[in-house]
């Protein structure tokens, strides 16, 4: 059973079946609390938080995080979201007309824009490897994506958990196999803090990406970029500032570039040794444990209801607090509206391409009775309107 107590702790609309904390996350309230004292102290002395007090406190925050996820604190910078580290790594690349970028073809699809765009703008080829599904395990996987890998191909990009498709694929092999070929591993980990145990010196990507505001319940606009030492001084600011021929150069030319870069309330930044707090006194990969549980024993009978097929098999290795379960309807924007305005049910209807995922998330404020009332809901959308449709049925 999950923790009830826990469930007061969010600041969600108690009127609202909330499943959908894949997309933005939520905030528990000590960790809220802590986000308004930085910004507080910001308003309260702006000069000194700013560009006194400014660079000791990120530090802090970045040690914190860095013993987290078990990297050098600094190999690491703070940046608002994953797509905003996701194109400063991009605009760098040293790519030239003709070189490849290796991906899938269910890359989140902000990353799979901002890859899109920079390959054209090089004059280089972006390519979104099709990764079989429903899939059947690790082996098929890697032997689906590395089918991609030519002669130009430069760099992987590859996400470990996947957006629309909710899907924990094996990150760590895809790395050690593309080092021993001699390319740059980039990782988009933006589901992965806080949800699935995350260990950057054992992972071994060159260049990770992840987000706090999700899965590790910070503040909204708290997420990071790490780069191995080695590839740093090629990673140029996306914003040129401060820091650029800096006139009080640190040790750290990588920070200097990426950590301030004029006037922002980076408070959300510092709220991530707070949030590991919160982690570690509610005993998170317990209540992780449960909530993934959750997840599994209700999937089958989701997709039995819709008539799909679940897109990999029901355990840990691929599944972590998210199921996506496909759906068969052209107008997945109006059933997501449909849900939310009728139902308030807030659940994603996300495309893929040509498929469609309706993905269910679970976290510590989620219960049983949330899935019954979606499959419920979900059984009389099926008999009183044509949203969706189910194969055998007409």
């Known amino acids: 059973m999950m923790d009830s107590t826990l469930t007061s702790q969010f600041l969600l609309n108690p009127d609202i079946t909330f499943l959908n904390f894949g997309s933005f996350g939520a905030c528990p309230k000590p960790i809220f609390d802590d986000y308004q004292k930085w910004q507080r102290e910001l308003e309260f002395e ?42 400063i790594v991009l605009k760098s690349l040293d790519l030239k007309p003709g070189d490849e970028i290796l991906s899938t073809n269910i890359e989140y699809g902000a990353s799979d824009r901002a890859l899109n765009y920079y390959c054209k ?76 145990p995350l260990n950057l010196a054992t ?46 150069p640190s040790y750290s030319q990588f920070i200097d570039y990426h950590q301030m870069q004029g006037t922002r309330d980076f408070s959300a930044f510092l709220t991530v040794p707070r949030t590991i707090q919160f982690l570690k006194e509610n005993h998170w990969e317990e209540v992780a444990k449960q909530c993934r549980d959750l997840v599994k024993a209700n999937a089958l009978r989701f997709c039995e209801l819709l008539g799909t ?23 997945p924007e109006k059933l997501q509206a449909l849900l939310f305005n009728t139902y308030s049910i807030e659940i994603p209807v996300m495309r893929q391409d ?12 989620n219960s049983q009775e ?25």
């Not at 002669?151 to 694929?169: D, E, G, P």
């Not at 097929?309 to 107008?331: A, K, Y």
């Open 46 to 87: 702006p000069v000194q938080f700013i560009a006194v007090n400014g660079v000791k406190y990120l530090k802090e925050s970045r040690e914190a995080l860095a013993s987290y996820i078990n990297c050098p604190s600094d190999d690491l910078v703070f940046v608002t979201n994953p797509s905003y580290g996701l194109n």
């Open 354 to 365: 040509k498929e469609v995922y309706m993905r269910y998330s679970i976290n510590a404020f």
């Open 121 to 196: 703008q090089k004059n280089a080829r972006y390519v979104r490897q099709t990764i079989e599904l429903p899939l059947s395990s690790k082996e098929k996987f890697i032997d689906d994506f590395f089918k991609g890998l030519r002669k130009n191909t430069k760099a992987i990009h590859i996400s470990q958990i996947t957006s629309s498709t909710a899907l924990i694929l094996p990150v760590k092999e895809i790395c050690d196999i593309a080092k021993e070929k001699g390319l740059l591993t980039i990782v988009d980990g933006a589901h992965v803090p806080g949800h699935i």
């Open 309 to 331: 097929t679940p897109l990999c098999p029901l355990n840990d290795e691929f599944l972590g607090q998210m199921f996506s379960i496909p759906v068969n309807t052209r107008e």
């Open 203 to 248: 992972l071994r990507a060159d260049i990770y990406i992840g987000a706090c505001h999700k899965w590790m319940m910070s503040p909204k606009g708290c997420s990071f970029l790490y780069v191995k030492k080695e590839f740093q001084k090629k990673i140029d600011p996306l914003v040129v500032s401060w820091g650029y021929e800096s006139a009080s």
């Open 370 to 394: 949330d899935l019954d009332r979606l499959y419920s809901e979900l059984k009389e959308i099926l008999q009183t309107t044509d949203f969706i449709k189910v194969s055998g049925r007409h």
